[in-house]
């Protein structure tokens, strides 16, 4: 009786009981960036004229080009922190979602009970890499994380499999 309450009861069943959102860590925030490259064009530009005066033009164009390949490499790592990757689990159902940094989502969805959650470990780092393993299927998550990061999301995670695993309970007096 308590199996057909769980199964009839839609919102028991779809209780979020783990759900988290990753996204890369950038250290350095977008007034940082215009401080920064203020600074490196400042210097450039100053020593690209030391130069220029002394008659080599040639290198003022190499400090311009400097310049722009460091606000070129920054703008690239800021486009790319804007990938995700969220995790839900249910009682009936695992979903992981990426989204690139250019939009491009792929989701992998499995039932909770069939998934296995497996690390690869170094002996000085820690974790280096999680995966979730189901049905022959294998799929890297956190990717994102650091090695301390990892230890403390793979213990909520290992925590929520093991509740979606146990199955909804049924309390009639809430």
Do not use: C
């Not at 030391?50 to 790592?77: E, Q, T």
């Not at 939009?103 to 974790?127: A, F, M, R, T």
């Amino acid at each position: 009786m308590t199996l057909d309450n769980n199964l009839t009861n839609p919102e028991l069943a779809e209780q979020t009981l783990f759900s988290a959102l990753l996204t890369p860590h950038r250290s350095l925030t977008q007034a940082g960036f215009i401080v920064l490259m203020t600074i490196v064009t400042v210097v450039s530009f100053v020593a690209g004229m030391v130069f220029l005066m002394m008659g080599a033009w040639p290198v003022f164009l190499f400090f311009g080009l400097d310049a722009l390949m460091i606000y070129w490499a920054f703008r690239i790592n800021f486009l790319r922190a804007r990938a995700t990757e969220e995790i839900f689990i249910t009682h009936f159902e695992l979903r992981v979602r990426r989204t690139s940094h250019r939009g491009h989502i792929v989701e992998w969805v499995s039932n909770p009970l069939w998934v296995q959650l497996d690390q690869k470990i170094h002996e000085e780092y820690g974790i280096e890499r999680l995966y979730l393993v189901s049905r022959g299927r294998r799929i890297s998550i956190a990717s994102f994380l650091g090695p301390d990061e990892k230890v403390s999301f793979v213990e909520a995670l290992s925590a929520a499999l093991q509740l979606a695993k146990r199955g909804p309970t049924y309390n009639p007096l809430s």
